[in-house]
């Protein structure tokens, strides 16, 4: 039990669908991410959420849409994507207060394959 | 911008022996924070050990202790009495100090395998 769950853990999604994946924190965080891991390249922060508000978006295509309608809850919208979107998409949180050096709590992640 | 380099794609190890993963790091920050986190198959990213870099004294975590040399910018992580459940990704990253947020910068990861 990691505290931050994220569904589904897999996705197989044609270039031209729609899909959401979805993210959940039961740590009363009040800050949550997404994170891409593509193999062989180091984790990439996509998008920042502080008490509901988007506070960074890491120059992501907008194919990418995040929503975060609370502070428990992450969602990213998946819409005409392309195979190197194809990767694990990581959700964490962190409780911030104030200053940085909080730490960042992952989920388990979601493997996405675009066919 | 900061960067993470893990020089060690993958290493190696018997079980119950030690080892040390290097990390080293670039930044003209002076407030920051550095972590070891460890992702096994299940892929779960899990914290292994945090260091600030305020504190001059190396953290440790039960088997899990750092050497942190902050002229050198240098980090590694020391496993001691390696066990086979070790075996995962390990990844070093860094984070700014300050206010507004956490933001993290991996490292490449290095893949280390515990062998019985």
């Known amino acids: 039990e990691t505290g931050v769950t994220q569904t589904p853990r897999h996705l197989v999604m044609g270039m031209t669908n729609k899909k959401s994946l979805k993210c959940e924190q039961h740590?009363?965080?009040?800050?949550m991410y997404w994170y891409k891991q593509s193999a062989k390249k180091p984790l990439e922060l996509m998008f920042v959420?502080?008490?509901?508000?988007?506070?960074e978006n890491n120059s992501v295509p907008s194919r990418f849409s995040p929503e975060c309608p609370n502070s428990s809850h992450l969602f990213l919208h998946l819409h005409t994507l392309q195979p190197e979107d194809s990767a694990l998409y990581l959700c964490?949180?962190?409780?911030?207060?104030?200053?940085?050096?909080?730490?960042?709590?992952f989920g388990e992640g979601s493997w996405l394959t675009v066919v | 911008a900061q960067t993470v380099t893990q020089s060690q794609p993958e290493m190696s190890v018997q079980e119950a022996e030690t080892v040390t993963l290097s990390c080293t790091y670039d930044?003209?920050?002076?407030?920051?924070?550095l972590f070891w986190y460890k992702q096994p198959p299940s892929r779960q990213m899990i914290l292994v050990i945090r260091?600030?870099?305020?504190?001059?004294q190396n953290a440790t975590e039960n088997r899990f202790s750092v050497n942190f040399q902050k002229a050198a910018k240098s980090f590694s992580l020391k496993i001691s009495d390696s066990q086979l459940g070790d075996t995962a990704m390990y990844f070093c990253a860094f984070m700014e100090g300050g206010t507004s947020g956490s933001r993290l910068t991996f490292g490449e990861g290095t893949q280390l395998t515990v062998n019985p």
């Open positions: 930044t003209s920050e002076s407030n920051y924070y």
């Open positions: 959420y502080n008490f509901k508000e988007q506070t």
């Open positions: 260091q600030e870099a305020y504190k001059q």
């Open positions: 964490a949180s962190s409780q911030e207060g104030g200053t940085r050096g909080n730490t960042i709590y």
């Open positions: 740590l009363g965080h009040n800050a």
